[in-house]
């Protein structure tokens, strides 16, 4: 329990550092996989509101599924922070991050 | 042109299941808070930030416009169902499970389809499907859950190409 003790303090920094705001890197709003949500869906949504081609969408829906996430997009924090708010329109779940380093 | 016409074709009965469904769905939606904790809800207008704190001035700036879109979207589906969906009490009546068809133009065509996808992660979050693996199909409280999928697949294939 000592070294727990110990090592809280460290991640707590780690934390801190991650929510440092850089301003060279860009934003991203990214699409987390979930257990409701239909594959046709998901890929219906990326077509509707990003305007892709089936191709790229399915390829968003199929990293989403198998690695858990995709970034759906990057740019200005305003404009991510928009895209969630849509995805969360359609029942996706989304967040939005500065590009990880 | 005149715009695609999507034409769902169910039974009288489940069109009647709808609309309780969408209406118990409304109700909860009209009874939440932006600040509310009931998980369903929460599900609805999720964190958009790992940050604790971001995401909570997130969900202050849009869980207003997001729940309101619920349920101005529940009201289209209920305003769809309205004439179709009364049935009569006699379990034995055939006309229960006479085909009726509902006609939506694009707009409508996509409530429908965010409806059907948000009333799926509430009934989710109340039979606690957090892993797909939770998902049993064998399980009858599944049901409706599942049936409502197939729906909505069958909805997303007939709405098809989104930039025609």
Same mark, same amino acid.
């Not at chain 2, 704190?53 to 849009?62: P, V």
């Not at chain 2, 049993?136 to 909505?152: A, E, Q, S, T, V």
């Given at each position: 329990?000592?070294? /727990?003790?110990?090592?809280?303090?460290?991640?707590?920094?780690?934390?801190?550092?991650?929510? %440092?705001?850089?301003?060279?890197?860009?934003?991203?709003?990214?699409?987390?996989?979930?257990?409701?949500?239909? /594959?046709?869906?998901?890929?219906?949504?990326?077509?509707?509101?990003?305007?892709?081609?089936?191709?790229?969408?399915?390829?968003?829906?199929?990293?989403?599924?198998?690695?858990?996430?995709? %970034?759906?997009?990057?740019?200005?924090?305003?404009?991510?922070?928009?895209?969630?708010?849509?995805?969360?329109?359609?029942?996706?779940?989304?967040?939005?991050?500065?590009?990880?380093? | 042109?005149?715009?695609?016409?999507? %034409?769902?074709?169910?039974?009288?009965?489940?069109?009647?299941?709808?609309?309780?469904?969408?209406?118990?769905?409304?109700?909860?939606?009209?009874?939440?808070?932006?600040?509310?904790?009931?998980?369903? %809800?929460?599900?609805?207008?999720?964190?958009?930030?790992?940050?604790?704190?971001?995401?909570?001035?997130?969900?202050?700036?849009?869980?207003?416009?997001?729940?309101?879109?619920?349920?101005?979207?529940?009201?289209?589906?209920?305003?769809?169902?309205?004439?179709?969906?009364?049935?009569?009490?006699?379990?034995?009546?055939?006309?229960?499970?006479?085909?009726?068809?509902?006609?939506?133009?694009?707009?409508?065509?996509?409530?429908? /389809?965010?409806?059907?996808?948000?009333?799926?992660?509430?009934?989710?979050?109340?039979?606690? =499907?957090?892993?797909?693996?939770?998902?049993?199909?064998?399980?009858?409280?599944?049901? =409706?859950?599942?049936?409502?999928?197939?729906?909505?697949?069958?909805?997303?294939?007939?709405?098809?190409?989104?930039?025609?």
């Amino acid at each position: 329990m000592g070294m /727990m003790a110990l090592a809280t303090p460290d991640l707590d920094e780690r934390t801190d550092l991650d929510q %440092v705001v850089s301003p060279d890197r860009p934003w991203q709003t990214v699409v987390w996989d979930d257990p409701v949500n239909l /594959m046709s869906y998901v890929t219906h949504v990326f077509r509707e509101y990003f305007g892709l081609p089936r191709a790229e969408a399915e390829r968003l829906m199929l990293q989403v599924h198998n690695d858990g996430h995709a %970034v759906v997009a990057e740019g200005a924090r305003e404009r991510m922070e928009a895209h969630a708010q849509a995805m969360h329109d359609y029942g996706l779940w989304a967040t939005v991050r500065q590009a990880p380093q | 042109m005149s715009p695609r016409v999507v %034409v769902m074709e169910l039974a009288r009965l489940e069109a009647a299941h709808l609309l309780g469904l969408v209406q118990q769905f409304a109700e909860l939606v009209e009874e939440s808070a932006p600040d509310d904790s009931d998980p369903a %809800v929460l599900r609805l207008v999720p964190d958009a930030y790992d940050d604790e704190k971001a995401a909570q001035e997130f969900r202050d700036l849009t869980a207003g416009d997001l729940l309101q879109r619920r349920r101005a979207d529940a009201a289209v589906v209920a305003d769809t169902l309205a004439d179709v969906a009364p049935i009569s009490d006699d379990p034995a009546d055939p006309a229960l499970h006479a085909q009726v068809q509902i006609r939506l133009d694009p707009e409508r065509a996509r409530a429908w /389809m965010r409806t059907l996808a948000a009333i799926r992660l509430v009934l989710a979050t109340r039979l606690g =499907i957090a892993q797909p693996e939770d998902d049993d199909p064998d399980d009858p409280r599944f049901g =409706i859950y599942h049936w409502l999928g197939y729906r909505l697949d069958g909805l997303v294939e007939a709405i098809g190409d989104p930039q025609q």
